[in-house]
Each structure stands twice: as C-alpha cells, then as structure tokens.
C-alpha cells in the first residue's frame, strides 16, 4: 500500500505551490474586500451601504461553484476576455468569502463599545484618527477568530479549483487515481487530505499569534511589556 | 455574444429538475447531518476514555479538509474495499458526514447553555440518566440551536454542486450539459445563480428572523 509513498507525496507536492498561491492570494484579497465591504456597510452615506450590502448578500447567496464557474466559462464567452486562470481563481475566492469576512468586520466594529466611540469624539480626534486608531483596534482582536474560520473556508475551496483545471493538489490527486491501482488510490487521498490539514493548522498558528499581538497592542495580555519587566526586576532586586 | 430570453426560459424546466435533486441532496444530508453530529457531540461529552479523543480527532480532522476530496474518497476510493455507492447516495453521506462535524460543535455549544441548576435538579430528583438527557437537557438545548443548524443548512445547500466531480446530476451538472449540447451556457448558469440566490436568501433572512427569537449562541 504505501510501495509507491515517495511518489505520490513527491507527485502531490509538485501541486502545493499553486494551492498555496490560490489560498495566500485569496486570503489576502479577502482581507482588503473585507474591510471595504464591512465599513462600507457601516458607511453614514446610503448609497456605499446600498453597494456594500448587494455585494455581500449577492456573493452569500449564491453557490461558490456557480461563481467559479461563472468567471470561467460564462464570463470569457460574454466578453471574449479569459483571465489567466489563477488569477480568475484567486478572484472568485476572495469575492465570496470577502462577503463573508464583511460581515465579520461589520460586527466586530459594532461590538466595541460605543464609549469608546464617545471618548474618541470628545478628543475630537478626526475621523479618521477614531477609525485607526480607537475603533479598528479593538474590534480587530473581535476579527481574528471568526477570520480564522474564514481562512480554513477558504483553503478548503482551493480544492474546487481542480474541476476548473487549475493543476493545484486535488486536480494532481484525481489524475494519480486513474494511474495507480485500488490500495495506492486510499494512500494517495489520505496524502492530500494530511497536506489540507498541515496547511489549516498552520492558519491557525499564524492567527493566534496575530491574535496575541493583537490583544497585546491592547494591553489585554498577561504577559508583562518589557519595559516593566525590566522594572519589576530592579524592584525585586 | 448576448443574453437570449428564449433560450434562458427553455431551460428553466431541466433546471428545475436539477433543483430538486440539490434540495433533495440538502435535506438528506441535514438529516444525516443532525442525526450524526448528536452522536458526534453525546459521545465528546461522554468522556469514554479514547472513543471520546478518537471522535474529537476525526471532527477537527474531518472539518479542516475539503469536502470536494472527501466526497471524492467515498465514491471513487470506497468501492475498491467492497463499499460501492450510488453518486447521490455517496454525495448524502460525504454532505452529512463533513456538516456533522460542524453541527456536533453547534449541540455541545447548546448543551453547554442549559443552566447548571437544571443539571444539579435532574440529579436532585435522582432521574435516570436517559431522562435527563431526553427529558431535561435537550429540549432546552435543541431549540437554542434551531438558527445555528439552520445556518448550515443554507451553506449545505449551496455546497451541494461540488457532488458533480462524483456524477451527481444536480442544477449546475444541468447547466453545464446544456451548456455543452448548445455551446451557451451564460443562460443556464446565470439562472442557477439565480435559482440559488432566490431559495438562500430568503431562506437566510429567516434564520436571522428565528436567531432573534431563540438569541444567537
């Protein structure tokens, strides 16, 4: 059963750089359209809060698929304009789960409590100084876990790429399948299913070490900054 | 190249058609989905000594892996080692198999809401185990979960295309074998957008309806 082990990892391996492109493409798209979509859905102006929540319950409510599909085959068609392929794909991810991600964005800015809000008018910081440095702060500690979330999501739907011939590890895993006899075909799956669990574990390393900085910056930690350590010490001494 | 109307309605019925096998797949699966993540969340709970860790280890396991894969190893892997199943038969499991995972987390989160002091009353009043589980514990417990679940099923729904890499001949394999027997296919699959958005968004706007009845969890 795992005669051919090397191989396969190898085979699959050679399909884990445009995995990782699509999902790192895609997740930091996500990130910008998340931020544009959840301000603007909190926008004071009607007409960006009309946009914004078009696009998020448009991108919600239809299939990822129909989507991908859709800027695949109907778009060149409709055009005669075929965008590079990964492209498309980073495209397509970050559209729909961006419209997730303002959701999220829209209600961690509303969880701050509004005396934060307050405090930062009666400074009369402008209000962009409110946003950036009252506002965003506090509710980004809010954001990181459900984004976390959103990131697996999204890692997970690189693998749709593969019915669109996108040669990521799920299209390489299907075309070993035809090659390789009964035993090796289990090896094969179980290979790509530990390479998607290796990369969401390592998502979710590289958020809770956001989330710590994040909540540090805020003075939420229990971890003392250096500079009082380093204080505490010439007390104790 | 541009939009024609006739072409787009004489589609509409073979969609239809094909909607029904996703609704059908969706309600399957949510079924199977329920069911399953139930067992998934009593067992965790349970605390058995290495049957509690293994169902921990498949759920984080499970649900940090695509669907796509999953669903692929099921119909296209299994049949090697005597399980041979039909694509919609294969597609329900791969569907309430992977959302169980999801759905377990969403009952042990609503059992965890039912007040300690129903717990230490049931005991009190020296109930046997079963029912304080099916007389006290999960009817506060299910309704609390009701928007959650229903949550799921809306994204189950629209997941359900992904079973056209395992032959499942749902609304947007319709689209793409119109498509391919006429060389259009903006109508059909424009529509099955279309078909989605008209089911999901109402059927979303719902569950916000029922979240702010029974609370968010």
Redesign the interface.
């Known amino acids: 059963m795992f005669d051919n082990l090397g191989l396969i990892v190898s085979r699959l391996s050679e399909g884990l750089s445009t995995t990782v492109i699509a999902a790192v493409g895609g997740i930091a798209l996500t990130v910008v359209l998340s931020l544009v979509a959840g301000l603007g859905m909190l926008s004071p102006v009607a007409v960006l809060r009309g946009i914004s929540r078009t696009y998020v319950?448009?991108f919600?409510?239809?299939?990822?698929?129909?989507?991908l599909?859709?800027i695949f085959?109907?778009l060149p068609?409709?055009t005669g304009f075929q965008i590079v392929p990964l492209a498309a794909a980073i495209l397509v991810l970050a559209l729909n789960h961006g419209a997730y991600g303002g959701e999220i964005v829209r209600g961690a800015v509303q969880s701050v409590p509004r005396a934060q809000y307050e405090g930062a008018l009666a400074l009369s910081l402008s209000s962009r100084d409110r946003m950036l440095r009252v506002i965003l702060p506090q509710a980004l500690v809010e954001m990181l876990p459900p984004f976390n979330n959103l990131f697996?999501q999204l890692l997970?739907?690189?693998?749709?790429l593969?019915?669109v011939v996108v040669t990521e590890i799920?299209f390489i895993?299907?075309s070993l399948?035809a090659a390789l006899p009964?035993?090796e075909?289990?090896t094969v799956?179980a290979v790509?299913?530990l390479m998607?669990?290796v990369l969401?574990?390592l998502i979710t390393a590289g958020m809770r070490w956001l989330e710590r900085r994040a909540a540090a910056r805020l003075g939420r930690t229990r971890a003392t900054p250096r500079i009082n350590s380093r204080l505490h010490k010439e007390q104790a001494a | 190249m541009i939009w024609d109307w006739d072409y787009a309605i004489e589609s509409l019925p073979a969609l239809l058609r094909g909607l029904q096998v996703t609704l059908l797949a969706t309600l399957l699966g949510s079924l199977l989905a329920f069911a399953l993540g139930l067992v998934f969340a009593l067992v965790r709970r349970s605390r058995v000594p290495v049957l509690s860790q293994l169902v921990w280890a498949f759920v984080e396991f499970w649900r940090s892996t695509p669907l796509l894969v999953q669903a692929i190893l099921i119909f296209f892997v299994l049949p090697g080692f005597g399980i041979t199943l039909s694509p919609l038969t294969a597609g329900v499991v791969a569907l309430g198999l992977h959302y169980a995972c999801y759905t377990s987390e969403v009952y042990r989160a609503g059992i965890d809401a039912v007040p300690r002091g129903q717990w230490e009353a049931a005991a009190a009043l020296h109930l046997p185990r079963s029912r304080v589980w099916l007389g006290v514990v999960l009817p506060q417990a299910v309704p609390r979960v009701v928007p959650a679940l229903g949550n799921y099923v809306i994204s189950m729904f629209k997941e359900v295309p992904l079973l056209l890499a395992i032959g499942v001949v749902e609304v947007v394999t319709v689209a793409n074998q119109l498509g391919a027997q006429t060389f259009r296919l903006v109508e059909p699959l424009t529509l099955a957008g279309v078909l989605f958005l008209l089911i999901s968004y109402p059927a979303s706007l719902l569950v916000r309806r029922l979240e702010r009845r029974v609370g968010v969890l």
């Open positions: 319950e448009f919600r409510g239809t299939s990822e698929i129909v989507q599909f859709w085959f109907a068609a409709l697996i997970k739907s690189t693998s749709l593969s019915l799920t895993a299907n399948r009964v035993s075909q289990l799956y790509l299913l998607y669990l969401s574990l």
